[in-house]
């Protein structure tokens, strides 16, 4: 019987021992981190073009510099929301004319379907400009020239 006692003591006194709480070091005072910007890479040389991939090329004005920058080659449905997404690039503004090169897979091109090129422009998570759609008509490559970005609603 003492030995029961004895086991139950020591067994009691190591779970005391164990939920102990640590002393806990001096609290300072620290402003929580902001949330890291998203890292925009510069637009690289992608090389030649591959003999199964078509390119939309062209220039986006009116970007000011720091604006980040999203493309998206879409395919719509007849209610002008977006199906399905064939290409798309983030770039990062530098107040003159940004060229911009986004490759896509021309067996991926649906026949028949409205394809649009869509961009955005957002500067500190807040949108800022928009490029009016651009139809795209068929699978080729093709040079979109100087492309306007408008201020957004």
Not at 94 to 123: C, D, I, N, Y
């Amino acid at each position: 019987m003492p030995s029961k006692s004895l086991v139950l003591l020591a067994l009691f006194s190591l779970l005391a021992a164990c939920s102990s709480d640590a002393p806990k070091p001096a609290a300072s005072v620290t402003p929580p981190a902001a949330a890291p910007a998203p890292v925009i890479k510069a637009p690289v040389d992608l090389g030649p073009l591959p003999a199964y991939q078509r390119q939309l090329s062209g220039n986006l004005l009116g970007v000011p510099a720091g604006a980040e920058v999203e493309m998206a080659l879409l395919v719509i449905d007849s209610k002008g929301r977006p199906q399905k997404l064939l290409a798309s690039a983030k770039q990062r503004g530098t107040a003159q004319p940004l060229p911009f090169q986004l490759r896509f897979a021309a067996e991926a091109f649906p026949a028949g379907s409205r394809v649009e090129l869509r961009a955005r422009a957002s500067q500190s998570g807040q949108l800022i400009l928009h490029l009016p759609a651009v139809q795209i008509s068929q699978p080729t490559t093709q040079l979109l020239g100087n492309l306007e970005m408008i201020k957004a609603p």
